[in-house]
């Protein structure tokens, strides 16, 4: 059963509509139901983060639990600057919470070179989002990471070599990389 | 497909994929319960730690206060910081420890002698040496104790020379 996180509607009790600031605000005088709803509203696209970014679902949804539960401590540090800010203050956080467990499991974090690359056939001949996601997580784990950053998540290749402790010319190549591989698989598939 | 073209592709499919729950997973209302448990465990064991903290505290405080009070209510270490102060006795004693051997006379070159005056020109100078400590480091209660067993030892020397003499 697959749920829209769109569909999510702000209401309280009350029934009426709740603002994002007002829910903040509840969530912070620790409201379960508040929380609750800021859990439902967000669950949805961070899960597909997680996923997107540790490929394991397991993984995924146990990093997704921890990164819920440092967005509820910290709560109190976030500046609200806008509708979005939230939704992209609670994007960083569970960025650096795949990163964590990225590095803390060591084996799964290895940049390759293109000779190591090993892609499976993808069937289809159409370009749906699946299949996309399918080319993403074929890349290997220091390329998708890149991608993943730059590409989809908007970091600078300054801030990924921080994040990922690599040099900025290792990012932009990996990047490099990591786009040409794409490249070929969509050609390979007829999709360009 | 230029660089840009490709990402915006990738990000506008990975966007229209971030409305869809995985199906894999299990209900968002069961990852919010288990979400609260995991919460609940976290804050228990928190609490227990903040225990075992403030329960160390009390102990060191305890600890501290028992020493306090062995040393006696209100009695605190101090000591002349002046380089080692002989009293009047001694000073006389010493006096004419030095007169005496100035003549060299044999009492003073008798082995036992010279060792006892070896050893209390020593000390004389470790006390130097404790001064000196004592004014970088303060009111040291390891120094003050060194000291006052070098005094000690001290006047028991001085004493013995005399009496030798």
Not at chain 2, 108 to 116: A, G, M
Request: hydrophobic share 40%.
């Amino acid at each position: 059963m697959q749920r829209s996180g769109c569909e999510m509607h702000l209401i309280i009790k009350t029934n009426r509509p709740l603002d994002l600031l007002e829910l903040i605000r509840r969530c912070l005088s620790d409201s379960p139901d508040a929380q609750k709803l800021l859990f439902e509203k967000f669950v949805t696209p961070m899960a597909r983060l997680c996923i997107r970014y540790l490929k394991d679902h397991d993984v995924a949804q146990d990093v997704l639990m921890e990164g819920f539960m440092k967005v509820f401590d910290r709560l109190k540090h976030f500046e609200y600057r806008g509708e979005h800010s939230l939704g992209m203050w609670i994007r960083k956080i569970m960025v650096n919470e795949c990163l964590m467990m990225l590095r803390k499991d060591r084996t799964r974090f290895i940049y390759v070179t293109e000779q190591h690359i090993e892609v499976n056939e993808i069937v289809e001949d159409h370009i749906a989002t699946d299949d996309i996601l399918a080319l993403i997580d074929h890349l290997p784990d220091g390329y998708r990471m890149v991608f993943n950053l730059y590409a989809i998540d908007g970091y600078s290749h300054k801030e990924i070599a921080g994040l990922l402790d690599i040099s900025e010319s290792a990012s932009r190549s990996q990047l490099t990389h990591a786009r040409s591989k794409l490249k070929e698989l969509l050609r390979k598939h007829g999709w360009t | 497909m230029n660089d840009d073209s490709l990402d915006k592709l990738i990000r506008d499919k990975v966007r229209e994929h971030e409305n869809l729950y995985p199906d894999r997973w299990s209900a968002p209302d069961i990852l919010w319960r288990s979400l609260n448990e995991r919460r609940d465990r976290r804050q228990a064991k928190r609490r227990k730690l903040l225990w075992q903290v403030a329960a160390a505290i009390l102990i060191v405080m305890m600890v501290g206060y028992t020493f306090f009070l062995d040393n006696g209510p209100g009695i605190s270490i101090k000591h002349d910081l002046s380089p080692a102060a002989l009293s009047v006795k001694e000073q006389d004693a010493i006096d004419f420890i030095a007169r005496y051997c100035a003549g060299k006379t044999i009492s003073c070159n008798t082995p036992d002698v010279l060792e006892l005056r070896g050893d209390l020109e020593r000390s004389f100078r470790k006390l130097e040496e404790i001064d000196d400590q004592l004014k970088i480091y303060g009111n040291d209660a390891v120094l003050i104790r060194a000291k006052a067993r070098i005094e000690s030892h001290q006047a028991r020397l001085i004493k013995t020379i005399v009496q030798i003499l």
